[in-house]
């Protein structure tokens, strides 16, 4: 599956996710102890993922800050020993840096998006709830309508 069906697939279910149907609002609450758990779930995992990133960002960033080859060849063509700085910034130019942090970013990304979604779903909580309570409202102004007209 491409990455952009993935996209879509995701979307679609959320989207099931967070739809209420107002004629079946006790399924709708059966429902969401479910999805309340798959989407936390969702967003542990991109966290998990994030953190993973990032450390392997970190670690590889020791490993090319400490790397002499590095070193040696920035100072032959600067011809002279180069600051902490231009060290730095020698490191963030090398690919194998660029690839690790857009990984990281990628990965950071993934998880605001997945909090967005967990934050549908409490919206939809709430929604249910509100909706409940006005039901339930109504169903008792029913019923003292009812009794008055008896």
């Not at 997945?114 to 939809?124: H, L, P, Q, S």
């Amino acid at each position: 599956m491409g990455k952009t069906a993935a996209v879509v697939e995701l979307a679609e279910e959320l989207l099931d996710a967070v739809r209420i149907e107002p004629t079946v609002i006790e399924e709708e609450f059966i429902r969401l102890p479910g999805d309340m758990a798959y989407w936390n779930e969702r967003f542990a995992m991109a966290t998990h993922d994030y953190l993973d990133a990032k450390a392997t960002r970190e670690k590889l960033w020791g490993e090319l800050l400490n790397d002499s080859a590095i070193f040696d060849a920035l100072a032959k063509r600067l011809g002279k020993k180069p600051s902490v700085d231009q060290l730095k910034g020698e490191i963030e130019t090398l690919d194998q840096y660029v690839g690790a942090r857009q990984l990281e970013n990628t990965a950071k990304a993934d998880v605001a998006r997945t909090r967005g979604n967990v934050d549908c779903v409490i919206a939809k909580k709430e929604m249910l709830i509100s909706l409940g309570a006005h039901i339930r409202a109504e169903l008792n102004r029913d019923a003292m309508i009812r009794e008055k007209e008896s």
